[in-house]
């Protein structure tokens, strides 16, 4: 049986259908799909280019082909080439196939009419709120309220109608977006934590923390970038010695560059751009001495687990599956600068909080590590497969 996984990744690729990413959509993660199915089929926007970009690893390889959808960059540009999209997703679904959309993805819900459309089963991953995520402080495009409606009921209804759904959550997600009475449920991170993400132990503070890291895409300003680099003036008019890498790349970094320029904090902020391997993430994190995770909406974010996995003390932001990471004297309100400045400035400054989170992080992270995962998202996939099989016959 093939598995056909519907997701909202931007590929690149080459004249000959090579398919590269510089994310975690490689080769190595569509290959544990093999443990369970003889074909996956990954389903994405691709863009052709003429050169491979340094940093990116293949996607394709032995028993993992890629559906290239025809190229589109939000909302607007899906709908100027929405004829194109649905041809490829009709023609891409087999009907025999397994299919697993990932949501809140626009390409997710509409592979999941497709199936509907078809009499045909799907199952789903959530991994984002769309209601946080177009919230009054998330992305700032014009039309935000409608897609805010539009895509928080489509993730709701589709959840219902899937024969299975996987949360990153525990408990976030599920809460907003239940899945159907009686259907299967599974709440799994999709963090990939190998043996080597992990330090040898925890760290041991003997003086206060200095710099601080934040990970993430400035893409839009969900990672709340604004809001740590405010708190950062804030400390340092405060006379505190704290500094801040931003570990991330995007449209909005030539804004906030200006905001910290503004704020005064310029030699303070070091904007690193976007790293092409995670073990160049892994050493921004073991150069650091304190995770910031302001974000405005998340699921359950990928950055957090592994800097945890690299012994290092986070704050974040109440929203989302942070809650389940980080415990409630290290969380502030999304938004709240003043928030993060008084909890990061107080942190900061004592070693033997900085050593006890350390320690708590890199336990909890163990709880994530991908052996321990595994056995969660395999449950997922053999539900999956066992239910298109009951439907095909």
Same mark, same amino acid.
């Given at each position: 049986m093939?598995?056909?996984?519907?997701?909202?990744?931007?590929?690149?690729?080459?004249?000959?259908?090579?398919?590269?990413?510089?994310?975690?959509?490689?080769y190595?993660?569509?290959?544990?799909?093999?443990?369970?199915?003889?074909?996956?089929?990954?389903?994405?926007?691709?863009?052709?280019?003429?050169?491979?970009?340094p940093?990116?690893?293949?996607?394709?390889?032995?028993?993992?082909?890629?559906?290239?959808?025809?190229?589109?960059?939000?909302?607007?540009?899906?709908l100027?080439?929405?004829?194109?999209?649905?041809?490829?997703?009709?023609?891409?679904?087999?009907?025999?196939?397994?299919?697993?959309?990932?949501?809140s993805?626009?390409?997710?819900?509409?592979?999941?009419?497709?199936?509907?459309?078809?009499?045909?089963?799907?199952?789903?991953?959530?991994?984002?709120?769309?209601?946080?995520?177009?919230?009054?402080?998330?992305t700032?495009?014009?039309?935000?309220?409608?897609?805010?409606?539009?895509?928080?009921?489509?993730?709701?209804?589709?959840?219902?109608e899937?024969?299975?759904?996987?949360?990153?959550?525990?408990?976030?997600?599920?809460?907003?977006y239940?899945?159907?009475?009686?259907?299967?449920?599974?709440?799994?991170?999709?963090?990939?934590?190998?043996?080597?993400?992990?330090?040898?132990?925890?760290?041991?503070?003997s003086?206060? *923390?200095? @710099? #601080?890291?934040?990970? %993430?895409? &400035?893409?839009?300003?969900?990672? =709340?970038?604004?809001? $740590?680099i405010?708190?950062?003036?804030?400390l340092?008019?405060?006379?505190?010695?704290?500094?801040?890498?931003?570990?991330?790349?995007?449209?909005?970094?030539?804004?906030?560059?200006?905001?910290?320029?503004?704020?005064?904090?310029?030699?303070?902020?070091?904007?690193?751009?976007?790293?092409?391997?995670?073990?160049?993430?892994r050493?921004?994190?073991?150069?650091?001495?304190?995770?910031?995770?302001?974000?405005?909406?998340?699921?359950?974010?990928?950055?957090?687990?592994?800097?945890?996995?690299?012994?290092?003390?986070?704050?974040?932001?109440s929203v989302g599956?942070?809650?389940?990471?980080?415990?409630?004297?290290?969380?502030?309100?999304?938004?709240?600068? *003043?928030? @993060? #400045?008084r909890?990061? %400035?107080? &942190?900061?400054?004592?070693?033997? =909080?900085?050593?006890? $989170?350390?320690?708590?992080n890199?336990?909890?992270?163990?709880?994530?590590?991908?052996?321990?995962?595994d056995?969660?998202?395999?449950?997922?996939?053999?539900?999956?497969?066992?239910?298109?099989?009951?439907?095909?016959?």
């Amino acid at each position: 049986m093939r598995v056909s996984v519907v997701l909202e990744q931007r590929f690149i690729h080459t004249a000959d259908g090579a398919t590269y990413d510089n994310g975690h959509a490689t080769y190595a993660h569509w290959e544990r799909y093999l443990n369970t199915f003889e074909e996956v089929q990954v389903v994405g926007r691709s863009q052709l280019v003429t050169a491979v970009p340094p940093g990116y690893r293949r996607v394709d390889g032995t028993g993992v082909s890629v559906l290239h959808v025809p190229y589109y960059q939000g909302p607007v540009g899906l709908l100027r080439r929405l004829p194109g999209v649905l041809r490829t997703l009709r023609r891409g679904l087999e009907p025999q196939d397994a299919v697993i959309v990932r949501l809140s993805g626009l390409l997710g819900h509409l592979a999941a009419g497709v199936r509907k459309a078809q009499g045909r089963p799907f199952a789903a991953e959530v991994v984002n709120d769309p209601y946080m995520a177009y919230g009054p402080d998330g992305t700032r495009h014009p039309l935000r309220p409608l897609f805010r409606v539009i895509l928080t009921r489509l993730t709701q209804m589709q959840c219902r109608e899937a024969d299975a759904v996987q949360y990153v959550t525990r408990e976030a997600l599920q809460r907003r977006y239940p899945p159907r009475r009686g259907g299967a449920s599974f709440g799994v991170s999709d963090v990939y934590l190998p043996p080597e993400a992990f330090s040898a132990g925890p760290r041991h503070y003997s003086q206060p *923390a200095q @710099l #601080a890291v934040l990970v %993430g895409s &400035l893409e839009q300003p969900h990672k =709340a970038v604004d809001v $740590a680099i405010e708190a950062l003036a804030q400390l340092r008019r405060a006379g505190q010695n704290v500094r801040l890498r931003v570990v991330g790349d995007g449209p909005l970094r030539p804004a906030l560059e200006a905001q910290a320029e503004q704020a005064g904090v310029a030699q303070d902020v070091e904007f690193v751009g976007q790293r092409s391997t995670p073990q160049a993430v892994r050493a921004d994190l073991d150069a650091a001495e304190l995770l910031l995770m302001p974000s405005r909406t998340e699921g359950l974010p990928r950055a957090l687990l592994e800097a945890q996995a690299r012994a290092l003390p986070a704050i974040g932001s109440s929203v989302g599956g942070i809650p389940e990471l980080i415990p409630d004297e290290y969380l502030v309100p999304a938004g709240d600068a *003043a928030a @993060l #400045a008084r909890v990061w %400035g107080a &942190l900061a400054a004592d070693p033997e =909080a900085l050593s006890r $989170a350390s320690a708590r992080n890199l336990n909890l992270a163990h709880e994530y590590a991908d052996d321990v995962l595994d056995r969660g998202r395999e449950a997922f996939r053999q539900v999956v497969r066992a239910q298109t099989a009951v439907r095909e016959n």
